[in-house]
Structure formats: C-alpha cells, structure tokens
C-alpha cells in the first residue's frame, strides 16, 4: 500500500501508480527496460497528472504514450466517468449506509467515522462488484475502438454510445442495483466527495516526494 502522511496526491503517487500498476499491467519490465507492448494511459486533468516531473518521466518510456483529456471532457471521454464511477460509488455507499446504522456513538452522539482501513476494504469490496467485461466495454460505450479492431479500424471518429445503450449495458452486466446506482444522482454528486475530502483531511494538490511512504 502507497500512502502519502498527508493525504495529498502529488506528483510522486502518481510515478509510484505508473510503475507499480500500469507499467507492469502493460507488460513493462523494469529490470531490462523493455516493453511487450505500447502502453496508452488517458488521464483527466488533474494537475498531478501533467507536472514538470510527471511529463519528463513518462517521455523517457518509449513505451508510454499520454493523453491528457481537456477539462469538460471528462463525462463523456473517460471510461470511468461515463460508465464506472456511478456504479462503483453506489456500491460503496451501500456499505456505509450499512455501516452507519450500527456504528457506535461517539461522546457527542454521532456516529464513529469509519477508519481509513475500513474505507479501503470497502473500496475493495465495492471494486469487485464491478465487471471486469463491463470495464472494456466501458471504453467502446465512449467511443473508442473495441481491442480486437484495433489493428483493423481506419475510423477516425469517436462515436459515444447513447444513454440508453450505455444504461442496458450496465443492467446486463450489474442488474437492477448497478442500474438504480449508475441512476442515482447522489452517486455522481461531487459535493458527497468534496466533503468527504475534507472531514479525512485528502487535499488535491501536488507536493514533493517527502511525505510518500510505501507499505
């Protein structure tokens, strides 16, 4: 586990997820340097993201090609916004409503906030509920070329899928909870995180590699 004592995201979680998640999920070895494959990774922009640090790191993998989505474009280009993340929060908030109701009480009567450790096992618990087809498909649904046309495609357009495609998607897949969930405007309210950020103390902002600690 990578964590960072202050909770921020910075420039230096955001090498220690390339090289220890999407470098070697795209067949990166770090011993010889070489690559089986060319690796693309679609950020938004997050500003972590784009840091002097980060741009000069990534050009020096031949095998690394970014993107970097322009701000507004995020709903509709990345997967996870468009397709994922309603879902996956839904499943997560199931799991706090459920912790909620018999949370103990703290000294003022409210109840105790859950530990940064439940938190992640939630994450986990919740991830796993998602598909593994679902999150390929994800990419077609924004647009993007199914993997297996790739190599065959002379399209140079990108053509979402519809609303009503993306919803039959996800009831195929997740059922009528995924569905209700990816419905849900509370699972998209970007205020449930803001706040969240705040009472945990999570700030997006980039730092420098001091207060990264691996685990």
Same mark, same amino acid.
């Given at each position: $586990? #990578? =964590? *960072? /004592? +202050?909770?921020? /995201?910075?420039? *230096? %979680? #955001? +090498? =220690?997820y390339l090289n220890k998640c999407i470098l070697p999920a795209g067949g990166y070895d770090k011993a010889t340097g070489e690559c089986e494959n060319k690796i693309g990774v679609l950020w938004d922009d997050f500003k972590s993201h784009s840091t002097p640090v980060v741009k000069e790191y990534? %050009? /020096?993998l031949p095998c690394l090609s970014v993107d970097i989505l322009p701000g507004g474009l995020t709903p509709c280009g990345q997967p996870l916004d468009k397709v994922i993340n309603k879902v996956f929060k839904g499943?997560?908030?199931d799991l706090y409503d *459920?912790? @909620? %109701?018999?949370?103990?009480l703290t000294e003022k009567g409210t109840p105790l906030a859950p530990s940064r450790q439940q938190l992640a096992t939630w994450v986990v618990e919740a991830w796993d509920k998602i598909p593994e087809? $679902? =999150?390929r498909k994800s990419w077609t649904a924004c647009g993007y070329t199914p993997e297996?046309? @790739?190599s065959f495609s002379d399209q140079g357009q990108i053509v979402p899928w519809t609303e009503d495609a993306v919803h039959a998607m996800v009831k195929e897949f997740c059922g009528q909870e995924g569905f209700d969930h990816l419905c849900d405007e509370e699972n998209g309210n970007e205020d449930d995180i803001d706040m969240i950020e705040a009472a945990f103390g999570i700030v997006d902002e980039d730092g420098d590699d001091s207060d990264v600690q691996l685990d």
């Open positions: $586990m #990578t =964590v *960072a /004592s +202050k909770a921020t /995201s910075n420039h *230096a %979680l #955001t +090498k =220690v990534c %050009l /020096s499943y997560f908030r *459920a912790y @909620i %109701l018999s949370a103990p087809e $679902m =999150v297996g046309e @790739i």
